[in-house]
Every structure is written in structure tokens, then in C-alpha cells.
Nanobody, 113 residues
Framework: QVQLAESGGGLVQAGGSLRLSCAAS??????MTWYRQAPGKQRELVAT???????NYADSVKGRFTISRDNAKNTVYLQMNSLKPEDTAIYYC?????????WGQGTQVTVSS
């Protein structure tokens, strides 16, 4: 059974930074992804990183967020800089294994103006 444990959310002022972490149990996953869901909105992809380090970002976070991973620790990170109030959301870690989709419990990020 795959388990994902996110941490690092919190309250920060606009322009500030936060670093999210997601530790995964089980095998090393090819892709590890961060999603977010703001109140009243659909869940959206923020960034994804492949095992070899190739990363892709949503246009809304390019240049501000950086995704990285430590395969030895089976952990993915999301460094969020220059945060904006519109980044306020619950951030979820996601992996897929053998066609099964796994989600973490989410971590709240709130950016005040």
C-alpha cells in the first residue's frame, strides 16, 4: 500500500516562500506530482518531476516554483517563492503505480496580501 505524507504548508505573506515535502512509501515512482485545489475550484496540476529529474510546471507557477526529488529518500519537494494570494490552496502530492492513483492528505498553503 502506497502512503504519501505531505508537510511544510502554512501561512505566509505575499512575496514570501514555503517549501513543501512529500515522503512516499513503497517503490521509487517514475513521476511524482504536486496538485493544488483552491476553494470552489477544481484540482489543478502544479508541477511534476520524473525519476531522472525532468520537470514540468503549470504556466501560473513557472519561474516561481521549483520541484525536486530525492530518490534515496523517496521524497519530492516543492520550493515556492514569490508567493501570491492566488496560490492559496490545499496542496496534494500524487503518484501513480500500476494504474492506481495515490494522493496524500494535503497540506494547506495560505498567502495573505
Amino acid at each position: 500500500q502506497v502512503q504519501l505524507a505531505e508537510s511544510g504548508g502554512g501561512l505566509v505573506q505575499a512575496g514570501g516562500s514555503l517549501r513543501l515535502s512529500c515522503a512516499a512509501s513503497g517503490s521509487i515512482f517514475n513521476a511524482m506530482t504536486w496538485y493544488r485545489q483552491a476553494p470552489g475550484k477544481q484540482r489543478e496540476l502544479v508541477a511534476t518531476i520524473l525519476r531522472g529529474g525532468t520537470a514540468n510546471y503549470a504556466d501560473s507557477v513557472k519561474g516561481r516554483f521549483t520541484i525536486s526529488r530525492d530518490n534515496a529518500k523517496n521524497t519530492v519537494y516543492l520550493q515556492m517563492n514569490s508567493l501570491k494570494p492566488e496560490d492559496t490552496a490545499i496542496y496534494y502530492c500524487n503518484v501513480v503505480q500500476w494504474g492506481n492513483i495515490y494522493w496524500g492528505q494535503g497540506t494547506q498553503v495560505t498567502v495573505s496580501s
